[in-house]
């Protein structure tokens, strides 16, 4: 009888630790799934949330809320916790591509299906098989194409262009959208069924205005992002900059706040990140009282332009890596190709006297 009682109770003490290991196994995996993703205000407490209940379904999932809140991190966040997280995540920005592109995109085609398509190509759907695809900007699909997204979802079938037979597919939907979609509805502009099948969840994101409690953690997490890649460790907030971004409304949201830090970075040279340096940037007034760093000065003088600002910051990122591109364009949070066009742009070239 001891025996058995030992037996059961080493049995017991082995289920315990494999469910133990099982559930530190799921916080490490949904730690990393939300890098990037900072906050302690309730609203936001409640989307992490919602992410951990719609993760591990199939259903699709709709996400709202301003540009800038961070829809798409969301979606990855789904994706990365989610059976499907070993396969492809492919973000697809709906209105970047052209109208008379996006069902050869999305679908695929056949050779011959229209003037040049020589060859078999498979869309983004088949692209995507066993994964997630991520529809930014939902409302901007035309309506033909979705017919034949709606069909998908109800059928979980797609015919590429110039077919006639349709092709079994296995992917799940995130869509996005910053506009009302019901509004778009009410308009002709969006169809209703589509909009029942895409928003079986949702969830909507707060703009960073309604959390701005999260604001200074959200600063500090860019700022030690950023400053490691411009070489500037020992840089920090005063308290000025912080209650100056506290005050401020931020139309673009954390995307915004992001892109404010990279600058703040660059412009405040040696010294700390004060209210002048994030008052010019926002382009707000600061009392005459402050001391006014030089940079600050040369930035708001005649109210600058955002691309003279934005061509003073490439001016500066190059000057400070010595024209190293690949560098440069990590501090200023651009693609090597972007920071390629800006220069272009500006007309920006490189000095004689750097090699």
């Not at 996006?102 to 983004?124: D, H, N, Q, V, W």
Request: charged content about 25%; some cysteine; hydrophobic content about 40%.
């Amino acid at each position: 009888k001891e025996q058995i009682i030992l037996v059961t109770k080493k049995a017991i003490e082995r289920t315990n630790l494999l469910k133990e290991r099982k559930f530190l196994v799921s916080r490490i995996s949904s730690k990393e799934a939300f890098e990037g993703m900072i906050g302690e205000h309730p609203s936001f407490k409640n989307v992490i949330k919602l992410i951990l209940k719609i993760a591990p379904l199939e259903s699709t999932v709709l996400i709202t809320g301003e540009s800038g809140t961070g829809k798409e991190m969301v979606a990855r966040a789904i994706h990365n916790i989610s059976p499907r997280k070993n396969n492809p995540f492919i973000p697809v920005n709906c209105a970047a591509i052209p109208e008379n592109l996006i069902e050869s995109e999305l679908f695929g085609y056949l050779p011959g299906a229209f003037t040049g398509a020589i060859g078999r190509k498979k869309g983004i759907f088949e692209a995507a098989s066993s994964g997630t695809i991520f529809l930014d900007e939902i409302s901007e699909i035309p309506l033909q194409t979705q017919v034949k997204l709606l069909r998908f979802l109800q059928n979980k079938e797609i015919y590429p262009l110039g077919s006639t037979t349709p092709t079994q597919v296995d992917v799940r939907i995130i869509a996005a959208s910053n506009v009302d979609l019901e509004e778009r509805i009410k308009n002709g502009r969006f169809r209703a069924d589509l909009f029942y099948r895409l928003n079986i969840f949702s969830i909507k994101l707060p703009a960073l205005r309604e959390r701005s409690s999260d604001i200074p953690l959200l600063a500090n997490y860019f700022l030690e992002k950023y400053r490691h890649l411009a070489q500037k460790e020992n840089k920090f907030y005063t308290s000025g900059a912080i209650k100056k971004m506290l005050d401020y409304e931020w139309p673009g949201n954390i995307r915004e706040l992001e892109s404010v830090v990279q600058k703040a970075i660059i412009l405040s040279d040696n010294e700390d990140i004060d209210e002048n340096i994030i008052s010019s940037i926002l382009q707000i007034d600061t009392p005459p009282s402050h001391k006014n760093t030089d940079i600050a000065n040369n930035v708001t003088k005649d109210r600058k332009t955002l691309d003279e600002i934005e061509k003073d910051l490439i001016i500066e990122a190059m000057n400070k890596t010595g024209w190293n591109m690949s560098k440069a364009s990590k501090i200023l949070g651009i693609t090597y190709r972007t920071l390629q066009y800006r220069l272009g742009k500006y007309g920006i070239k490189k000095p004689n006297d750097i090699p």
